[in-house]
C-alpha cells in the first residue's frame, strides 16, 4: 500500500477529505520549492504533488504555465523532479509526481516509475496519458508498485468512465470543469455530478482539481469528495508577493485555511 | 449533431495508429470530441451528398483540379531530367491548405457547430480557416504567435479582412508550437461549441488519418495527369514536409506504386549540424507532442526545443505520423534542405520558368535539384520528378527582398 493509499484510509476514518497541493519542481527555484512545500506542510497540507516542469503544457493556465517557464529556464530535469519528491516525502507527507507523458518516455518508462518509488513517491498523474495509450505504463507501474493515477472529465463518456477508472490507484483525479489549470470564483455545479458519477464505477477515493483555491470552495468541495487539490492558488502567492518570506507565509496561511476547510 | 452514439462508441476503438507512431495523448476532457469528430469524419467519408458538396466547392470555389505545369528551363539545372510541377498554389487562398479546411468546415456543420479555431504560423491555414468561415459563417478565431504576427503581418490583415479575430500568442517561444498549444487549451474549455480545425497531419487522432483523406486528392489528381501526360507513373513524388500535409496528399496515392519513390524534404535551416533547423526525421527523435507519438525536435528530458527554419510554414519541431512509419518502413525517403538552398530553388524558378513559389515549396524545388543530377548521373536522365508546388510565393515577398538584398 503507498502513502497515499494509507492517508486517505485515515482521512475517511476522520471523516473528512484529504487536501492535496501542488507546486512544480524548481519553482521559483529548486531550494525555494522545496521550502514552499514545507510552509504547505507546514500549514496542513496532506500530500504534495510536484510537477514535472514541461515546454508544452496543455492542460495548464497561465500561473502555472509561468511557473513551469521560469523552472525550466533554470534547467529543471527529471533528476531535480526526483530530489523534490525526495524532500517532500521525507517530510512524512505523501508525495505524487504530475507529468505530461513525453518526459516520462524520453526517461524510460521503467525506470522512471523506479526512481519514483526510490524517491518515496506514491504515484504519478499523467494528464495526457490516455487509457489507450497507457500498456507500458501500467507495468512499469505495477512493477515500482506505485500509483496510476488518471484525470477524469465532465465530457467522459458513461460508457467510457469505467475503462478509466478502473485504470486508476491510489486516487482518481476529478476535473471539476472543462478548462485548463487556475483559480475560478466558484467551483463548477459539475463537479458533484462528476464525482457521483465517478463513484458509481468504483470505490477508489476521488481528489476534485481545478479551479479550488479557498476555504469556502474546499469546504464545499470536502462535502462530497475525498481529497481537494489546489496548485494555482498557491503558485500565485509566491509570484505576487512582495518577498520570498512574505510569500511562505501566505501560502501557510493558505494551507491552513484550506486545511480547516477539508474538516468540513 | 453526432454525439455518444453507436458510431461514436465503435469510433473510439480505432486509436490511430501508423506502426508504433500516432495514437492519442490528450487530456481526457478532449477525448469525447476527437470520437465525435472520428464518427463525423466516418460516416461523411461514406456519404455521397457530403463528397459531392466537397467536390462541388473544389470544383466552383477552389479551382480545382489544379492543372500539371511542365518546367523545362528549371530542369535544366536538375541533370535535364523531366519536372513537373503540381499546381497546389493556383488554389483559391494560394495554397493546399484550403483543401483539407473545406473539408473540416463542412465537418463541423455537420456536427452542428458554430465556431473554428485554428493555428497558424505563416499564416497560409489561418488565411484559409478564415476563408472558408466566412463562406458557410462561422466564428472563427485564429491563434499565431506573437513572432508570427510581426514577420507575417500581412497575412494577419487578410484573415482580418476576412471576419476572423487573430490572438497573438505570447506564451513560450511565441511561434506555431505554442499557437497549437492554445489553441487546445481554446478547445479544451470550448469543445461543445467550437470544432479545432487542425492544419496538418499532425495531433491526436482522427486529425492525421483525416486532414490526409481531404488533402489525398492532390496524389489522385496527379497520378491520373502524369499518366495521360507521360503514358507511366513518375520516378520520384517530391514534397517539403513541416508538418507534412502536402505531402501526404501527393504521396498517398502513390504509396502502393512500389516502383515510385517518395522523398520528402525538411526544412534544414541553416544545417541539421548546426542545431539551428526544423528536420524533424533527419534531426529529432521519436517521442510524443501535442498529442501523437512521432519524430519531434526535444532535448534530453522530453522538452521540446524550438525550431528554425527560413519558412515560417515549415517550422514545426514535430512531423505527421504517417511520415515517421513511412520513413521507418522505408516506404518514404527524408532528406533536409538548407535555408540557402531552399532560397537558390525559389530564385532559379522565378528566373526560368515565371512562377515565385512559396519558400515552402522551394524547399521540395531543391530537393528536385539533387535528386535529378543523381538520377541523371546514374544514367537515368530520362526520370520523370512530380513536385507539389504547394503555395505560391506572394506572401514571402518581403522575406525573400530581404534574402536577396532587394530595396522595398
Redesign the interface.
Known amino acids: 500500500m503507498t502513502a497515499m493509499e494509507e492517508l486517505f484510509i485515515r482521512t475517511k476514518a476522520e471523516n473528512r477529505a484529504a487536501l492535496i497541493g501542488y507546486i512544480p519542481a524548481g519553482f521559483p527555484s529548486k531550494a525555494a520549492c522545496i521550502e514552499v512545500i514545507k510552509a504547505m506542510v507546514a500549514g496542513g497540507v496532506d500530500a504534495v504533488e510536484i510537477g514535472f516542469p ?6 495548464d ?2 500561473v502555472i ?1 509561468a511557473a513551469a ?1 521560469q523552472s ?1 529556464s533554470a534547467g529543471t ?2 533528476e531535480d523532479v526526483f530530489d523534490v519528491l525526495k524532500a517532500t516525502t521525507d517530510l512524512g507527507v505523501p508525495g505524487l509526481v504530475m507529468t505530461y ?7 524510460g518508462v521503467e525506470k522512471f516509475a523506479q526512481s519514483l518509488q526510490a524517491a518515496g513517491g506514491s504515484g504519478v498523474i499523467t ?4 487509457i ?2 497507457s500498456g507500458l505504463w501500467k507495468s512499469a507501474a505495477e512493477a515500482a508498485q506505485i500509483n496510476r493515477i ?8 458513461t ?2 468512465m469505467p475503462l ?1 477508472t478502473s485504470q486508476c490507484s491510489g486516487f482518481i483525479y476529478a ?1 471539476s470543469l ?3 489549470t487556475g483559480t475560478r470564483n466558484s467551483v463548477s455545479n459539475g463537479a458533484s455530478e462528476l464525482v457521483a458519477r465517478i463513484r458509481q464505477t468504483s470505490a477508489t477515493p476521488v481528489a476534485v482539481g481545478l479551479g479550488v483555491s479557498t476555504k469556502a470552495q474546499a469546504q464545499e468541495v470536502a462535502a462530497y469528495a475525498d481529497g481537494v487539490i489546489v496548485g494555482s492558488a498557491f503558485i500565485r502567492l509566491i509570484q505576487e508577493s512582495e518577498n520570498f518570506e512574505t510569500g511562505l507565509l501566505r501560502v501557510q496561511e493558505l494551507a491552513a485555511a484550506l486545511a480547516d476547510g477539508v474538516r468540513r | 449533431m453526432v454525439s455518444n452514439n453507436v458510431d461514436s462508441e465503435a469510433a473510439s476503438q480505432i486509436l490511430g495508429h501508423f506502426g508504433r507512431f500516432g495514437g492519442r495523448f490528450v487530456p481526457e476532457a478532449l477525448i469525447s470530441a476527437l470520437d465525435d469528430l472520428t464518427a463525423a469524419h466516418l460516416s461523411a467519408q461514406n456519404d455521397p451528398e457530403f463528397q459531392r458538396e466537397l467536390a462541388y466547392l473544389h470544383r466552383t470555389y477552389t479551382g480545382r483540379p489544379s492543372i500539371i505545369t511542365e518546367a523545362p528551363r528549371f530542369a535544366e539545372h536538375a541533370g535535364g531530367v523531366r519536372i513537373l510541377l503540381k499546381r497546389e498554389d493556383l488554389n483559391h487562398t494560394g495554397s493546399h491548405k484550403i483543401n483539407n479546411v473545406l473539408g473540416q468546415a463542412l465537418l463541423t456543420k455537420r456536427m452542428g457547430k458554430k465556431r473554428i479555431i485554428a493555428e497558424t504560423g505563416a499564416g497560409q491555414h489561418g488565411v484559409a480557416s478564415a476563408t472558408a468561415a466566412a463562406l458557410m459563417g462561422l466564428e472563427c478565431v485564429v491563434y499565431m504567435g506573437e513572432e508570427d504576427t510581426r514577420r507575417q503581418s500581412l497575412n494577419v490583415a487578410r484573415m482580418k479582412l476576412l471576419g476572423a479575430e487573430v490572438i497573438p500568442v505570447t506564451q513560450g517561444s511565441r511561434t506555431l508550437k505554442d499557437a497549437i498549444n492554445e489553441a487546445m487549451r481554446d478547445w479544451v474549455t470550448n469543445v461543445d461549441s467550437t470544432h479545432y480545425l487542425m492544419g496538418t497531419v499532425a495531433g491526436p487522432h482522427p486529425f492525421p488519418t483525416m486532414v490526409r483523406d481531404f488533402q489525398k486528392i492532390i496524389g489522385e489528381e496527379a497520378r491520373e495527369q502524369v499518366l495521360e501526360l507521360t503514358g507511366k507513373l513518375p520516378d520520384a513524388v517530391l514534397a517539403c514536409i513541416g508538418g507534412g500535409s502536402n505531402a501526404i496528399g501527393i504521396f498517398h496515392r502513390f504509396i502502393d506504386d512500389h516502383s515510385v519513390r517518395l522523398i520528402g524534404l525538411e526544412a534544414g535551416g541553416r544545417g541539421v549540424q548546426s542545431g539551428f533547423h526544423a528536420a524533424t526525421i533527419t534531426g529529432g527523435s521519436v517521442g510524443v507532442l501535442h498529442g501523437t507519438r512521432s519524430f519531434v525536435l526535444q532535448d534530453g528530458n522530453g522538452q521540446t526545443v524550438e525550431s528554425h527554419s527560413i519558412s515560417a510554414g515549415l517550422d514545426y519541431p514535430g512531423v505527421g505520423p504517417e511520415h515517421a512509419y513511412l520513413h521507418e518502413i522505408g516506404r518514404a525517403e527524408y532528406r533536409a534542405i538548407t535555408d540557402a538552398e531552399a532560397m537558390n530553388a525559389f530564385s532559379l524558378l522565378s528566373k526560368t520558368e515565371g512562377i515565385i513559389p512559396a519558400i515552402e515549396s522551394a524547399h521540395a524545388l531543391a530537393g528536385a535539384i539533387d535528386i535529378g543530377k543523381e538520377l541523371a548521373s546514374a544514367g537515368h536522365s530520362d526520370a520523370v520528378l512530380l513536385l507539389n508546388l504547394s503555395g505560391r510565393g506572394d506572401k514571402d515577398v518581403q522575406t525573400a527582398a530581404e534574402y536577396f538584398g532587394i530595396t522595398l
Open positions: 514541461y515546454s508544452d503544457p496543455v492542460m493556465g497561465p504555465q517557464e525550466l530535469g527529471a507523458w513525453n518526459p516520462i518516455e524520453k526517461y494528464p495526457d496519458l490516455t489507450e495509450e488518471y484525470v477524469v472529465a465532465p465530457s467522459t463518456s460508457a467510457r478509466v476535473a472543462m478548462g485548463v
